[in-house]
């Protein structure tokens, strides 16, 4: 089976849509970000120039514009770039985008899909380093997808871009290396079913986007030392597949939830606060959340690493749900 | 002056423009007797937007604002959803979701209504590039009033707009001569230190000009040609219609503050009493284009007043179908929140 | 002596209060010098004139990025948001300038600021006119945030904001504007970051904020006819949250409802179920319940709004799911 880099694969997906239907368009530059891998959107560009738009430093017009292009019947990809910038398009994206459809009854449609970088990326500091999207799932309206792997990106994206619906696309530059396996022909992954990475009875991880990876590291290590992690990567937020959570946890009895949200109020409070209502009884400890801590992200990189959920952080706290002690 | 049109074009213009007026006095006393929440109405606006929107043509789409009944009416939307809407029954435009404030009607060519202000301006720029890539020659008109070009959004939007040379008519209705927050004697208004308002487009580079709201004809024209350009390639225009705030608007709630519109006031200028005098001799747009069309031979007194019946008779029908209509199921609280997913 | 104010001459009183005491103070937001749309700042450009309150044109972000401005100079700003949704307009500036400064200078400089923030739902107003948005703020590290329910908290909670050093979102709810209730005879701030209990009780906790601290106590009221106890905490304070007391008080009760007026996913109450779960884990008998909005837009239609907004009725079903499960 062929493999490719996940940001290969970012960019053989935008291929895919922009070939596959007239109607995609590409607004913005940034979807690989500042990476050496950014060159690869580039050929994109020059091949399809009368699809692809570069917008002005102008986040909330170009991404309203984009609102305003989905309706009049195009079906844009819109890129935010790093995902603090989408604080500039907030009005736009969730008091337009989120709500349309519902507002006007079910007669208009928003069918784009809104595309950013989140998370700690190495030296991004306070302005540059969010994950928007544990706000955006407090705004019903917004489909929400989290690919972690080369094949999840195709397939889900593939997904949002048909879909009818505005689709918050969740990446993270720390993917862009990650290597995965990729079917010649990968279907559209269908939205609300998540994927179990890695089996396991000991300890349910949860985790999206880069913190899948670092979970996925971490259940390895952890083997090694007699505890058996299940990862569950829910690949979209938005619709949430809350069963095979429940599933696992009724197996595992105990949950982790890891997530570059901050804390407060992050994605992890939410999956927290569902399991601990509908699987309360199978609950063998608390359960834990390790997410970003509530500072503002700090340049220097002690600091930084001293405040973002670490492969070191998952082992302990996976350590100390499953009560084993560090042996190791 | 009249537009240049047949009289039977005209007469259909006066039609529109009265039940426009009539719409707006029936919602205003239905308020006085039961709570509807609050809302915004079109009174004093009527001779730039019936004009203006009454060419524009299936395909082509308009994003407007809270003040949204005159534009919906232009464009041939029904009084009796419409009300239905405004009063949340299952049998408004939008089954209840939206209210005044997010009327929209796809049919009519209104795909939605934002009531943040500025929030319709990125919207209208971005169907205006999706019908322009989609080789399209439908345009996309965007409804403001003179204060959402105080928002950021209106200054990108207006750059993207003219750097792509987008089929964009924006329409701002400047009401803002005696609005609340002005002080005398100041315009376009105390929080805009811009004085004149097409100054904040063409420097852009966007075709620009400004009106009186009060002239059906420039109104029309300008339309006209706007329009034209954007079909035909030619770009984004501003058009700036300058009208005195209606005193019914000016307290926070709409008030019948010069009484329901007395058409006979066109051509008897003994009914006017001197409370609102200024107002029914000069700045009562439906009052100057009954007047202009009397001169004309367009239309008598009698006629005027059969058409005042009719539109009144519709606007009253309209109104008791709405308030006879259900309200939706508790249920469609939850619907429609998503588009139907194929797989 | 203390007489029965409104909810929102409470505000009223204490901007008054603090423009006078503190020269730096001032008050910008749209048509604040008529009021605004509620009344809240009337008659206040008349006794202070117009550099202490300010008319601002429609421009959110610009505003709020002017505030951090004058707040980092010297000056004590209080913003008036007019609706929560339009804050929507200014989150840049909120969240990566008014929340981030003290911390991004390593405490050189700080932000002294309140965010007065009107929302809710009530009016017919619709999905873009009735959102509450606490859960946001409560997200973003360097905010405070507070959502008072009573006449006294909202302007004890309004003083403890204007004299923080850091920014306050101060959350007001259209909904309570008229309730009345007694003021306060003094200036004394109620600290942020302490909760109150408005009703003891041993049987469950119930944790509610803003208008639906009064819809806990009715719904208390009607189980306490079945021999129900029901302990109501306000939590006042969004963030930070009062765990001492929320956490002493389920250890009580065991049982822990969470009511807000905000969507369920990713709400307010995720935090404080997660939170509860994590320390007082061995004390719940029964799973934790949240009450809060469906997961829609808030529809305009009255009819469709007053079912949108939990009420009495949703807070018992909560409670008795507590009773009822294990």
């Not at chain 2, 803002?176 to 004697?185: I, N």
């Amino acid at each position: 089976m062929p493999r490719m880099l996940y940001a290969e694969a970012v960019v053989e997906v935008l291929r895919r849509s922009v070939e596959g239907d007239d109607r995609v368009h590409l607004m913005g530059q940034y979807f690989l970000g500042l990476t050496p891998h950014r060159t690869m959107v580039g050929d994109l560009y020059r091949q399809y120039p009368d699809r692809v738009y570069f917008p002005p430093i102008a986040e909330l017009g170009y991404v309203g514009a984009g609102i305003g292009a989905a309706i009049a019947g195009l079906r844009p990809i819109v890129d935010c770039a790093t995902a603090s910038f989408t604080f500039q398009a907030f009005a736009q994206i969730l008091n337009e985008a989120a709500n349309i459809h519902y507002m006007s009854g079910g007669q208009t449609s928003v069918p784009m899909v809104i595309h950013y970088n989140h998370g700690v990326r190495g030296g991004g500091a306070a302005q540059h380093s969010h994950s928007p999207q544990a706000m955006m799932w407090n705004t019903p309206g917004l489909e929400i997808i989290t690919p972690s792997n080369p094949a999840d990106l195709i397939g889900l994206v593939l997904t949002a871009v048909a879909s009818d619906n505005p689709t918050i696309w969740v990446d993270h530059v720390r993917l862009f290396d990650i290597e995965g396996e990729v079917p010649e022909n990968i279907e559209p992954i269908p939205f609300g079913r998540a994927s179990i990475p890695r089996e396991g009875t000991d300890l349910t991880i949860f985790a999206s986007s880069w913190m899948v990876r670092r979970s996925l590291e971490a259940a390895e290590l952890l083997a090694s030392e007699g505890i058996s992690v299940e990862v569950v990567d829910p690949r979209t937020l938005v619709p949430l597949d809350e069963e095979a959570i429940l599933r696992s946890v009724a197996k595992t009895g105990r949950l982790l939830v890891v997530d570059e949200c901050h804390l407060r109020c992050g994605v992890g409070s939410e999956i927290a606060a569902t399991v601990a209502e509908h699987a309360y009884g199978d609950l063998l400890a608390p359960i834990r959340r390790l997410a970003t801590l509530d500072v503002p992200v700090p340049f220097s990189p002690p600091l930084e690493q001293y405040v973002e959920p670490t492969t070191a952080k998952i082992l302990a706290a996976a350590r100390s749900v499953t009560g084993v002690q560090s042996g190791a | 002056m009249l537009p240049d049109l047949e009289p039977e074009a005209l007469v259909v213009l006066l039609e529109r423009m009265i039940v426009a007026r009539r719409f707006e006095e029936e919602l205003i006393e239905l308020a006085g007797d039961r709570d509807i929440g609050h809302f915004h109405v079109y009174i004093g606006q009527e001779s730039t937007g019936i004009p203006a929107l009454s060419l524009l043509e299936q395909g082509d789409l308009s994003f407007t604002n809270h003040r949204n009944h005159g534009h919906l009416i232009a464009r041939g939307a029904e009084p009796g959803p419409m009300y239905a809407e405004i009063l949340g029954r299952a049998t408004g435009y939008c089954r209840g979701k939206g209210g005044t404030l997010h009327l929209a009607s796809a049919e009519h060519g209104f795909p939605t209504t934002s009531s943040v202000t500025s929030g319709c301006i990125p919207l209208a720029v971005g169907a205006g590039m999706g019908l322009q890539r989609l080789g399209s020659d439908r345009v996309s008109v965007c409804l403001v009033g003179d204060g959402a070009l105080e928002e950021g959004a209106w200054h990108e939007s207006a750059n993207i707009a003219a750097m792509e040379r987008l089929p964009v008519v924006f329409l701002c209705e400047n009401n803002s001569l005696e609005a609340l927050g002005q002080r005398a004697g100041e315009y376009p208004s105390s929080t805009m230190a811009a004085s004149d308002l097409t100054e904040l487009a063409s420097v852009f580079g966007i075709e620009s000009v400004a009106i009186d709201g009060l002239d059906t004809r420039a109104a029309h024209q300008t339309m006209t040609e706007a329009v034209h350009r954007a079909r035909s390639g030619g770009g984004p225009t501003f058009i700036e219609a300058r009208t005195v705030r209606w005193p019914g608007n000016r307290p926070i709630w709409p008030e019948l503050a010069t009484g329901k519109t007395d058409l006979s006031m066109a051509w008897d200028a003994s009914l006017i009493r001197p409370e609102h005098a200024i107002w029914h001799r000069e700045q009562d747009g439906l009052l100057g284009f009954v007047r202009e069309l009397l001169d004309s031979g367009c239309v008598t007194s009698d006629a005027a007043l059969g058409l005042d019946k009719r539109a009144t008779e519709r606007v009253r029908e309209g109104l008791a179908f709405a308030l006879d209509s259900p309200y939706p199921e508790p249920e469609e609280a939850l619907e429609h929140v998503f588009a139907p997913r194929g797989d | 002596m203390t007489k029965t104010i409104r909810y929102i001459d409470a505000i009223s009183s204490v901007l008054r209060q603090e423009l006078e005491r503190d020269d730096d103070v001032f008050i910008l937001g749209e048509d604040v010098s008529y009021g605004g749309p509620f009344g809240a700042t009337a008659g206040l450009s008349a006794s202070f004139g117009p550099t202490r309150v300010i008319d601002t044109p429609i421009s959110e972000g610009a505003v709020m990025g002017l505030a951090v401005g004058a707040a980092l100079s010297g000056r004590r700003p209080i913003v008036e948001v007019m609706f929560a949704d339009f804050v929507t307009l200014a989150m840049d500036q909120l969240v990566n300038h008014a929340a981030k400064i003290r911390y991004m200078t390593d405490g050189q400089l700080s932000v002294p600021m309140t965010i007065r923030v009107q929302g809710g739902v009530g009016g017919g107003f619709g999905a873009q006119h009735s959102q509450s948005l606490e859960a946001w703020f409560l997200h973003v590290p360097g905010l405070k945030v507070v959502a008072p329910s009573s006449v006294k908290d909202a302007a004890g909670l309004l003083v403890a904001a204007i004299r923080d050093d850091d920014p306050v979102v101060y959350l007001e709810h259209r909904g309570l504007y008229w309730t009345k209730g007694l003021g306060a005879s003094d200036e004394t701030p109620t600290p942020i970051g302490t909760a109150a209990v408005v009703r003891s009780g041993s049987d469950v906790t119930v944790v509610a904020v803003s208008r639906m601290v009064g819809v806990a106590v009715s719904a208390a009221e009607k189980l306490a006819e079945d021999d129900i106890d029901v302990e109501v905490l306000d939590l006042r304070s969004v963030a930070p949250i009062d765990w001492a007391t929320v956490d002493e008080s389920v250890r009580r009760t065991r049982r822990l409802v969470v009511v807000h007026e905000a969507v369920v996913t990713g709400g307010l109450g995720a935090e404080l179920v997660a939170g509860v779960h994590a320390t007082a884990f061995e004390a719940l008998i029964s799973p934790a319940v949240r009450v809060g909005a469906p997961w829609a837009p808030v529809p305009a239609s009255p009819f469709l709004e007053c079912l949108y907004a939990p009420d009495t009725d949703d807070v018992i079903a909560a409670v008795l799911k507590t009773l009822h499960e294990r």
